[in-house]
């Protein structure tokens, strides 16, 4: 059986580093709805990218403050087939960045041996803009190993990419390799939950050992989000609506339970500090 919260979990600070905002859940949920189940679950502030990248704006002009707009390089509804080959997805970049309509810019998807590559064009141009407004951007890499991942923050050091999913099925040696490699890669936990990636709680709802002592040990480098995206599941199609925000407080709940079995100062830092500091909320 899959983990259910078995007793209710003090509502400490929480920073959700990763929620999406997409054409697909926004025909089955509006902004209003979402700026209000943020704040329902005790959500100090949430990131979100959204395909199109627009749809940032209109959760945050719902939700004020609460909300961190990323800029996707999604621009359209199927933008993630075709971005890395339209030079106005930098244009765009910029002027979102310029007008500090966007904070961060992401989610960027790679998986191993499909198009786009590192050194495309435009990911070089949006990596330029991340160094020159001073932004994280969050990256997606599906990836075996962990080499894909040093590779990326050697060739940009001085950018804090945050990778999303702890690197997918990557395990806690391999991620300890990442953080140790590249002192501004941040690795944060989102769609680690037992209903997608899983491995990195038990039964219990508890971090597994190498897990816990990782976070022990690098308590600065890591940060948590939702990532209320539903459609991996086996009871959709893709033609469906997302109905991922439909789940988005059984999510909470999960990531609150770990992070409530470790010591006080990791899980404050994990659950809110870390990711103030990233997006400059401290
Ligand atoms: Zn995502």
Same mark, same amino acid.
Request: aromatic share 10%; proline share 8%.
């Given at each position: 059986m899959l983990w259910a919260p078995a007793v209710t979990i003090a509502a400490e600070p929480f920073a959700d580093v990763h929620v999406h905002f997409n054409w697909d859940q926004r025909e089955v949920i509006d902004a209003a709805t979402v700026a209000h189940k943020l704040d329902a679950a005790g959500v100090e502030f949430a990131v979100v990218a959204s395909?199109?990248?627009?749809?940032?704006? @209109?959760?945050? @002009?719902?939700?004020?403050?609460?909300?961190?707009?990323?800029f996707s390089p999604y621009i359209h509804e199927l933008?993630?087939?075709?971005?890395?080959?339209? !030079?106005?997805?930098?244009?765009?970049?910029?002027?979102?960045? $310029?007008?500090?309509?966007? $904070?961060?810019?992401?989610?960027v998807h790679f998986m191993a041996g499909f198009a786009p590559r590192f050194d495309? !064009?435009?990911? $070089?141009?949006?990596?330029?803009?991340?160094r020159d407004y001073r932004v994280p951007v969050l990256i997606h890499i599906d990836s075996g190993n962990e080499s894909a991942f040093i590779d990326l923050?050697?060739?940009?050091?001085?950018?804090?990419? =945050?990778?999303?999913?702890?690197?997918?099925n990557l395990l806690p040696v391999h991620l300890r390799r990442i953080v140790e490699s590249c002192?501004?890669?941040?690795?944060?936990f989102s769609a680690r939950d037992p209903w997608r990636y899983g491995g990195l709680a038990g039964d219990d709802g508890l971090l597994?050992?190498?897990w816990r002592e990782l976070v022990i040990e690098h308590p600065d480098r890591f940060v948590?989000?939702?990532?209320?995206?539903?459609? =991996?599941? $086996?009871?959709?199609?893709?033609d469906q !609506?997302?109905?991922?925000?439909?789940?988005?407080?059984?999510l909470i709940a999960w990531h609150r339970a770990w992070l409530a079995g470790l010591p006080d100062e990791v899980r404050r830092k994990i659950g809110v500090e870390n990711a103030r500091r990233l997006f400059g909320r401290d």
């Open positions: 395909t199109p990248s627009v749809l940032a704006q @209109e959760l945050a @002009e719902a939700g004020g403050n609460r909300i961190i707009p990323l933008g993630r087939n075709d971005w890395y080959r339209d !030079p106005r997805v930098v244009e765009l970049a910029e002027q979102g960045l $310029r007008a500090n309509r966007y $904070r961060g810019i992401g989610e495309n !064009p435009v990911f $070089r141009g949006l990596m330029s803009l991340a923050c050697r060739t940009y050091p001085d950018l804090d990419l =945050v990778f999303a999913h702890a690197g997918g002192p501004r890669a941040w690795i944060e597994l050992p190498g948590t989000g939702t990532d209320p995206v539903w459609k =991996v599941t $086996r009871t959709q199609t893709w !609506p997302d109905d991922g925000w439909d789940y988005f407080e059984q």
